[in-house]
Structure formats: C-alpha cells, structure tokens
C-alpha cells in the first residue's frame, strides 16, 4: 500500500473514533435525568432552614429534636442535619407531584451516635416504609436510595430526609446531602430495594366490613324499617284527625242541646 494510502487510512480511523466518542459522550449527557427536587444541592435557603424543605417530627420541642443546615458554595453542595436528642421519628420533608413511571430516589447520608435499635437514617417516602437501607451507628457518607413506581394516575408523595420511622423511633445525628428524585425507564436488574406506590396504598386503605350480600341486606333492613315508620307515621296522623273530628262533632252536638234549652 502505498504511503499516502496508509496516511490517509490512519487519518480516517482517527477521526471515525474521535466521532464515536464525541457520540457516546452527548447520548451519555442527553441520558442524565434531571432532578425533580426543588434546591436540591442545599445552596438556597434562610433562617437555619434550606428553602423548599420543611422540618417535622413525632415530638417536636427542642428537648427532642434539633435541625441545622449548612450553606453549599460553588462547587460544593450544602448539607442538612437532623438531631433527635430523645427518641423520635424526625425529617426534612418536601412535597412533590410524580407523574406515571418509574424514579430513582437517593440521598447521601452520615451519621453520629445513631442507635441500632430502631430505624437509622434514611431517604423515604411518608408512608408505609417506603425507604432506602437505614444508616446508622457512626458512619462516613453512604450513598443509599430505592426505586419507586408511580402508577396511571400520578401521585402526591412527600420524600423524606428521615432519622428513625413509624413506631420505630430513634436518637443520634444523621447529616444528608445530593437528595435525589430522578426518573428512570426501568430498575436495573436485581436493584433493591422497589416499591410499587399504587400497590402499597391500595393494600394500606381501609376494606368495607362484610360481603355484597351483607350491605344489600343491611340496605334493604333499613328500606324496611323506613317504610314501616312511615306508614305508622301516616295511621297515626289519620287516627289524629278522625280523634278531633269526632270531637269537633260532639261539640257541636253539645252545643246545639244547649242552644234548644
């Protein structure tokens, strides 16, 4: 082959892999899901509180719970911290509107002096332990999260910056950092923990008392008893009027005696 030839191959195998990566690079970008939170870096906010997040806890007197924030920078993401001073079940909470499909929820968590006994710190969902493995004792910063279905009709969810859970309160300090609620096509094979949201309050919300049959008799009882007031209801005012029309007959009877006297 000549010179020119094998220069000019090199030339183009070159640019076909500069092409390829510069490809892969914009798709891997274009794939990035962004982050439905509000101010989820941590950078905005006042008052000891980051702005968007609200604090609440089981028992929320100071003697029981404390919360503190630090300001993220450029470059570095701020950081929230729940302190349950006496057992409690304590979050940062922010509302979110989640339209059908799947979500990927995350957060980074450290703590300090967490018990083992009840729940750790955790990034939740408030309702029916829809949470990420707990962390707890004196750890370094976990990345932890779940993957979450959302079905037809969308869902109001509250996401959660928890310490301790429901019946399963706790004391330590837990510090979060980078939460995150972003969608995803699908889990990834063998991901844990998942949760179906339209599953869960379907099994969580109260069932009726008793069969179809049960209701039609209670129903039709009750028909029965009405008809049944109601007719003695009627006999009972014609027994009335009959009563004060015998009486207003007898009067005038009375009367008219008296009258021919």
């Not at 100071?62 to 409690?88: C, D, I, Y």
Request: net charge positive; aromatic share 8%; hydrophobic share 40%.
């Amino acid at each position: 082959m000549a010179p020119a030839a094998r220069k000019f191959r090199r030339i183009a195998c070159i640019a076909l892999i500069l092409l390829f990566c510069a490809l892969a690079a914009v798709f891997a970008h274009a794939s990035d899901a962004p982050n439905l939170l509000l101010n989820p870096d941590l950078t905005r906010g006042a008052a000891n509180r980051p702005e968007h997040w609200r604090s609440e806890a089981w028992v929320s007197s100071p003697e029981a719970f404390a919360g503190g924030w630090t300001r993220g920078s450029e470059g570095r993401h701020g950081e929230v911290e729940v302190a349950n001073l006496k057992p409690n079940d304590a979050r940062l909470i922010q509302s979110l509107v989640l339209n059908p499909g799947w979500y990927h929820v995350t957060a980074d968590i450290r703590t300090e002096q967490v018990g083992t006994a009840g729940t750790g710190a955790t990034v939740s969902i408030v309702e029916d332990s829809i949470m990420s493995a707990d962390v707890n004792s004196n750890s370094d910063w976990t990345s932890v999260g779940f993957y979450l279905h959302v079905g037809d009709l969308g869902a109001n969810v509250d996401v959660a910056l928890r310490l301790g859970g429901y019946g399963s309160l706790n004391t330590g300090r837990a510090f979060f950092r980078n939460p995150s609620v972003a969608r995803v096509s699908t889990p990834p094979a063998g991901a844990t923990p998942v949760y179906d949201l339209t599953t869960i309050r379907e099994q969580s919300a109260p069932k009726p008392l008793g069969s179809p049959w049960s209701l039609v008799l209670t129903f039709a009882s009750l028909a029965a008893v009405a008809a049944w007031g109601w007719c003695t209801f009627l006999r009972t005012t014609r027994e009335v009027a009959c009563e004060a029309a015998q009486r207003a007959s007898h009067n005038r009877r009375a009367d008219r005696k008296k009258r021919r006297r």
